[in-house]
């Protein structure tokens, strides 16, 4: 079992970055490479959605059209540690955050829930003026 936690949620008006972070405190760095991220949220009486993945090699990130352009995600192997900067915040964008993973030896980004094995436990994001 891999423990995802999560940081870097609250409140922000429009127009604001915030940039949440998601540890794997129990997995040692060559660990953290086999896996693949992801980030997904979910608003109040909607499906939780694909927000943006990660693949084992940095480069190999993918969107939602929702967001492209103003969300980044990253990884840093070292500190077994995921990011999602997030700029330019909308209304639209209020909802609980997850973040995923799932251990894979392929680089590949992954879009569909299903597909992810270990969950964060959600943070928070509301963007209000």
């Known amino acids: 079992q891999v423990q995802l936690v999560e940081s870097g949620g609250g409140l922000v008006q429009p127009g604001g970055s915030l940039r949440l972070s998601c540890a794997a405190p129990?997995?040692?760095?060559?660990?953290?490479?086999?896996?693949?991220m992801g980030w997904f949220r979910q608003a109040p009486g909607q499906a939780r959605e694909f927000i943006a993945g990660?693949?084992?090699?940095?480069?190999?990130?993918k969107y939602a059209d929702s967001v492209e352009g103003r969300f980044t995600i990253s990884r840093d192997n070292t500190k077994k540690t995921q990011y999602l900067e997030m700029n330019d915040l909308e209304p639209e964008d209020t909802a609980v955050y997850y973040c995923?993973?799932?251990?894979?030896?392929?680089?590949?980004?992954?879009?569909?829930?299903?597909?992810?094995?270990?969950w964060g436990q959600g943070t928070q994001v509301t963007v209000s003026s």
């Open positions: 995923a993973a799932r251990e894979t030896w392929a680089n590949i980004v992954f879009d569909d829930e299903s597909e992810y094995d270990y």
């Open positions: 129990g997995l040692d760095g060559d660990d953290f490479r086999r896996h693949v």
């Open positions: 990660i693949g084992r090699i940095e480069s190999n990130t």
